[in-house]
């Protein structure tokens, strides 16, 4: 089955960096788009950041453009996201989701469990 | 950036009823990419429907998804105890992915 692990969460000062992993189990990871969605505590769900199957194709939101970056390792079918210059508006629980079409961005078909990233001082 | 607006915030049932949620759009939402989404207290978001209208697996068919342009509806017929959570809509028509706000629905 399809499962998701997310790890690298915590509390982290603002203007500090965290990276977030996500282990990918159950399917053929190399073969879909991955995303980073968040929910701010007691909030919405806001998407965050897409790399392709291939990591060839990169989107951002603007609000975390420049700060942070998506990547993945496919030999190690995980995900990873790398946040700098971190803010108090970032601190949220971050979710990997899968894209629930291959090769296209869409919707989402499977989620992690989530990591609390808390920033403050 | 399509901007999604949920309506009404909070819907207040009882269990057997029918629930009507509605997603409008701030622009047509291209070939009916919308999705809904069912999150539990401190679980993550569930896939329920895509396309508008598609069942993702193992959803009940008392969640249905309709509409297209601006207005989409999700109805759940016959609410049974574990419906009263949160939904969530999301556009995949254009880029940025974005979500509407949510509609909680409580019991009555």
């Known amino acids: 089955q399809v499962q998701l692990v997310e790890s690298g969460g915590g509390v982290v000062q603002p203007g500090r960096s965290l990276r977030l992993s996500c282990a990918a189990s159950g399917f053929s990871f190399s073969s879909y788009d991955m995303h980073w969605v968040r929910q701010a505590p007691g909030k919405g769900l806001q998407w965050v950041a897409v790399i392709s199957y291939d990591g060839n194709n990169i989107y951002y939101t603007d609000s975390v453009k420049g700060r942070f970056t998506i990547s993945r390792d496919n030999a190690k079918n995980t995900l990873y996201l790398q946040m700098n210059s971190l803010r108090a508006e970032d601190t949220a629980v971050y979710y990997c989701?899968?894209?629930?079409?291959?090769?296209?961005?869409?919707?989402?078909?499977?989620w992690g469990q989530g990591t609390l990233v808390t920033v403050s001082s | 950036e399509i901007v999604l607006t949920q309506s009404p915030a909070t819907l207040s049932l009882s269990p057997g009823e029918s629930a009507t949620l509605s997603c409008g759009a701030s622009q047509s939402v291209s070939s009916s990419y919308l999705a809904w989404y069912q999150q539990k207290p401190g679980l993550a978001p569930r896939l329920l429907i895509y396309d508008a209208y598609t069942r993702a697996t193992g959803i009940p068919d008392r969640f249905s998804g309709s509409g297209s342009g601006t207005d989409f509806t999700l109805t759940i017929s016959r609410l049974e105890p574990e419906d009263f959570v949160v939904y969530y809509c999301q556009q995949y028509g254009s880029s940025p992915l974005t979500f509407g706000g949510g509609t909680k629905v409580e019991i009555k």
């Open positions: 989701a899968r894209d629930g079409r291959v090769t296209v961005t869409t919707f989402f078909d499977y």
